[in-house]
């Protein structure tokens, strides 16, 4: 289950990142960074697949975690 806390983690970060750069004036790498969020996030909901959870769950050496709950 850490794999999901610290998935979540990263992606509050990338988010909080992404407002940073808006509000700094960086729409261009802002713009890139939230099409980058919205591309995983549509294929976590259509393929059942996260690359980060599966990841995190290799690194952490996490047997019964899912790819994606």
Known sequence: MQSHRLQRLLTGTM???IWAL????ESTIAFGL??????MI???AIF???PS??????V????NTKACS
């Open 15 to 17: 988010l909080s990142l």
């Open 48 to 50: 059942d697949f996260c």
């Open 42 to 44: 549509f294929a976590w």
């Open 22 to 25: 808006f509000f700094l004036g």
């Open 34 to 39: 939230l099409a980058f969020v919205i591309a």
């Open 53 to 58: 959870l599966w990841f995190f769950a290799k």
């Open 60 to 63: 952490l050496k996490e047997e």
